[in-house]
């Protein structure tokens, strides 16, 4: 039983840890440029559409080709 709760425990800190890279970096470090933001909202909007039209393809597929 002692090595169960060694191994959750060992599971459980990587949570922790990924917790504190998180808050490590939460803030950018480095100015960015206007166009620079813009560029990364672009990317953002562009992943977010692919991954739609990812999406809509996966159904399209699965539901209608019966």
């Given amino acids: 039983m002692s090595n169960i ?3 959750m425990s060992n599971f459980l800190g990587i ?3 990924i ?3 998180n808050e490590k970096y939460k803030h950018p470090r480095i100015k960015m440029t206007p166009m620079v933001k ?3 909202f672009a ?3 562009y ?3 692919m991954v739609a039209i990812l999406l809509y393809k996966f159904i ?3 539901v209608f080709n019966k």
């Fill in 43 to 45: 990317l953002r909007v």
């Fill in 19 to 21: 917790g504190e890279i």
């Fill in 47 to 49: 992943l977010f559409f």
């Fill in 15 to 17: 949570f922790d840890a």
């Fill in 38 to 40: 813009i560029s990364l």
């Fill in 5 to 7: 709760r060694k191994a």
């Fill in 60 to 62: 399209q597929i699965a």
